[in-house]
């Protein structure tokens, strides 16, 4: 029986005794990256008894590092993969209906520079033969895009495709190189927030169905055919028994299925890097706008507004260990160079790069000699191991999760004898439920939650826009007194757009257990290129204080955070530039 979507979850010591009281459960899913998550979200919605466990946090592998980009994929037209195209664009359009608040329009402008170009190898690429495909020729992205028009059909909520020419491309992008002849123009979307989003669906599965159980930061330390034991940070074991395993632990799918005892070679990954770059000047040409671009290489890169920088991406090299995937000089060098190549008088450098992140796609293993020529679509491979059915998701991405999940879902619930309860096609997500999509609705709300923000209308929208209509559940708690008096309307001194009671509602309602859980997920401090060492102190704080940290662990968790922030993105933590106020979580649109 399903409860209520405003149920209080349970917490996270409820649930370690009912499984020490019962280890059984229906479903077992090890990884809690979007795979994961969007398939527990579904089975808790079926009233399924459903845990999932992750080593890390929620959404903290190749999940947290994508291109932000929820698409179509209009690139999988030059391999025919028509059907992938036709469900990416159609998850697309849902997404923007069922998570507004942190999914939004991106108009997106692709350069040609010529009429013909790129005709013979859209051929050879369309029967899976090797090609450079370093011009997309006038005519051939006519013909894409009309067939991308057509697959976008189902739930659009965008305009069609349009082309500009001579004279109007120069006026609109005044730097870009003088070979570029035409500049087409469709619609795709972006994801400000995709780590939230992911916790979101993990929220939303606790919420409504109380044998619906999520643990982050649990380690696997063995088992057998009866059941498996975990431990947490804290020394917590327990075991768990279910009647199906689904490992959706991504590039780790091979690793997982060894330590469950069987040797497997579902994963081929390729690591993605990117960059979150301070270049004005390219911000204020692009306009709000994605351009999507070739390399002189053939590589398909793009560059795009994000969090008042630029997004630059993406790299496509085969990865063999995601547990060392950290986007390198090299790597960042070749994505600075194609924006050179396409912005040949915009200066642009090292220096300039606030963020940079990486990931491993948990892609098919192929022999392709080019990764870029993968096919990006999913699939479940079911292995017997003991006396298990283990399910691995292989593939998937941000755009088709839902899709897929439901695919596992109707899966699963087959296997236990079930039937599916609740169609998740046009079900909102998290802070996308009761989303005003009107002026009047909209103003409404800004007006409600405006009064528990001591009548700062800007502050309503700034928790519109980062935690959708859960804003207004984050501004009533910041409205309250501390029980130590606090208050926390109350601004931080280092993020001048955060107040107090944020990060004490964050770190007591969101299932976060370190720093590093506040600053590079459930908010958007890093991503946005505001972590240095003044925010880390100050926030570290704040979490010690509602988490009931000693000092030496305080200590400990900002050396956690120091060591991932220069390590693995690349980040300067001296305090050079100034905390002004500034809308974090505004979309990249």
Not at 105 to 111: G, K
Not at 307 to 328: E, F
Not at 440 to 451: I, M, P
Request: glycine residues 10%; proline residues 4%; aromatic residues 6%.
């Amino acid at each position: 029986m399903m409860e209520s979507l405003n149920s209080p979850p349970l917490t996270r010591q409820q649930m370690l005794e009912r499984l020490r009281a019962d280890p059984s459960v229906s479903v077992l899913i090890i990884g809690a990256g979007i795979n994961g998550a969007g398939l527990f979200r579904d089975l808790a919605l079926q009233g399924v008894d459903t845990l999932i466990v992750d080593k890390q946090d929620f959404c903290a592998g190749a999940s947290a590092a994508p291109s932000r980009l929820i698409h179509g994929g209009l690139k999988y037209l030059e391999t025919g993969e028509f059907r992938l195209v036709a469900q990416s664009t159609r998850e697309r359009n849902l997404l923007l209906r069922n998570a507004p608040h942190v999914v939004h329009p991106l108009r997106t402008a692709m350069p040609t520079h010529s009429w013909w170009g790129g005709i013979w190898p859209s051929i050879q690429r369309f029967f899976r033969r090797p090609a450079k495909m370093d011009d997309r020729g006038i005519l051939i992205s006519e013909v894409g895009l009309t067939l991308y028009d057509f697959f976008g059909r189902h739930f659009r909520s965008m305009p069609r495709h349009s082309v500009m020419l001579g004279r109007r491309v120069r006026e609109s992008l005044p730097d870009m190189r003088r070979d570029v002849r035409a500049l087409h123009t469709y619609y795709d979307a972006a994801i400000s927030q995709a780590e939230r989003l992911g916790f979101e669906l993990i929220d939303d599965g606790c919420r409504t169905h109380r044998g619906a159980m999520a643990l982050n930061h649990v380690n696997m330390t063995g088992g057998d055919g009866e059941g498996l034991n975990f431990e947490d940070e804290e020394g917590n074991a327990f075991t768990v028994r279910p009647q199906i395993i689904v490992n959706a632990g991504g590039a780790w799918i091979d690793e997982i299925n060894r330590q469950l005892g069987r040797e497997t070679q579902h994963i081929g990954g390729t690591k993605g890097g990117h960059l979150i770059v301070d270049v004005p000047k390219i911000r204020e040409q692009l306009d709000g706008r994605m351009i999507y671009f070739g390399a002189p290489d053939g590589r398909i890169c793009l560059v795009y507004p994000f969090m008042n920088h630029v997004l630059i991406g993406a790299t496509d090299i085969r990865c063999i260990d995601p547990d060392q995937a950290v986007c390198d000089d090299a790597e960042r060098d070749y994505m600075l160079e194609a924006v050179r190549y396409l912005f040949p008088d915009v200066t642009i450098g090292p220096d300039q790069v606030r963020y940079r992140y990486s990931g491993v796609r948990p892609l098919p293993r192929s022999d392709a000699a080019d990764p870029g020529q993968v096919s990006r679509d999913h699939a479940i491979v079911e292995d017997r191991i003991h006396d298990w059915s283990v399910l691995s998701l292989v593939g998937g991405k941000w755009t088709t999760f839902r899709g897929f999940a439901e695919e596992v879902a109707d899966d699963v619930l087959s296997r236990l004898g079930r039937r599916r309860e609740i169609d998740t096609r046009q079900l909102a997500i998290g802070g996308g439920r009761d989303y005003p999509r009107d002026a009047a609705s909209r103003e409404t709300w800004l007006s409600r939650v405006t009064a528990l923000c001591e009548g700062d209308r800007h502050r309503a929208i700034t928790l519109l826009d980062r935690y959708g209509t859960r804003g207004e559940e984050v501004g009533r708690h910041c409205a309250k007194m501390s029980a130590e008096g606090v208050c926390r309307q109350r601004s931080l001194v280092s993020l001048t757009d955060y107040r107090v009671g944020e990060i004490d509602f964050v770190c007591r309602f969101e299932r976060v257990e370190h720093l590093a859980d506040v600053l590079f997920r459930r908010l958007p401090i890093a991503l946005s290129g505001q972590l240095d060492s003044v925010v880390i102190d100050e926030v570290a704080s704040l979490c010690g204080a509602s988490l009931g940290w000693a000092e030496a662990r305080r200590r400990e968790e900002i050396d956690v955070v120091c060591e991932i922030a220069t390590r693995l993105h690349g980040v300067s933590l001296m305090p050079e530039h100034d905390h002004s106020p500034t809308r974090a979580s505004e979309a990249a649109s």
